[in-house]
C-alpha cells in the first residue's frame, strides 16, 4: 500500500489539524451540537486524500468519519452527501465515535465539533477519546478547534505531543490544491 507516500505530501500517519473557523451551535432543548464548517473541512480532507491516492496510483483505502455528537454526524452525513453523491457515500463509514466501538478503517476523520470557549463537553470523557484515537490502522486525522480542546488535560496533552512531533498541521499550511468543497448550506431541520 502506498498510504505512507503521503508524508511526502504533508500528510503524516498521525496528524493532529487545527481548524479555528468554525462555529459549534445546538438546536434549542438539544444537548447535542454540530459545526457545519468543520464537517465540511472533513469533506475536503477526504477529497484531497482521495485525490492523492489516485496520484499515486494506490489502491483504495477504508475511511471512517467520527464524530462524538449525533447533531454532527446528521450534519457530516448532509455534507457528504452532498459533495460526494450517494454511491461514493456508501464507501465511507460516518458515524458516532460510541457507534465505531470495535472498529477500525485505515483512515480516520475525527470531527471534535466543538470550538467555544466554554469547555469542550464529553469530548474530554478519556473513553471516548480512546475509542476515537484508536480506530485507525494507519492515517488518523483529528479536526478540532486547539484553543477549545486545550481545556482538557488529556486533549492538551495531545496537542502538545502532537506539536512536538510536528504532527500539527494549521490551516494556513494545507497544500495549495487544498479545496473546501462548496456546498449548499445545511439545514439543520431538513430530514436526510
Request: with cysteine.
Amino acid at each position: 500500500m502506498k498510504l505512507m507516500q503521503l508524508c511526502t505530501y504533508g500528510w503524516e500517519p498521525w496528524n493532529y489539524m487545527i481548524f479555528g473557523h468554525g462555529r459549534e451551535s445546538h438546536r434549542g432543548g438539544s444537548v447535542s451540537y454540530e459545526n457545519v464548517d468543520e464537517a465540511r473541512f472533513c469533506v475536503g480532507v477526504y477529497m484531497h486524500l482521495q485525490k492523492t491516492l489516485k496520484s499515486l496510483g494506490a489502491g483504495k483505502v477504508s475511511v471512517g468519519v467520527i464524530t462524538p455528537y449525533k447533531l454532527q454526524l446528521k450534519c457530516l452525513k448532509h455534507e457528504f452527501g452532498n459533495a460526494l453523491g450517494q454511491d461514493e457515500l456508501k464507501e465511507i463509514y460516518i458515524n458516532t465515535v460510541d457507534a465505531f466501538q470495535g472498529q477500525e478503517r485505515d483512515v480516520i476523520i475525527m470531527s471534535c465539533v466543538r470550538a467555544s470557549g466554554h469547555g469542550v463537553g464529553f469530548v474530554s470523557d478519556i473513553r471516548r477519546m480512546n475509542v476515537a484515537l484508536t480506530r485507525a490502522r494507519r492515517a488518523l486525522w483529528v479536526m478540532g478547534n486547539a484553543s477549545a480542546l486545550m481545556k482538557s488535560e488529556d486533549w492538551a496533552a495531545l496537542i502538545t505531543d502532537a506539536r512536538g512531533r510536528n504532527c500539527f498541521m494549521e490551516m494556513d499550511s494545507l497544500p495549495l490544491d487544498f479545496l473546501i468543497p462548496k456546498v449548499p448550506s445545511y439545514n439543520p431541520m431538513a430530514p436526510f
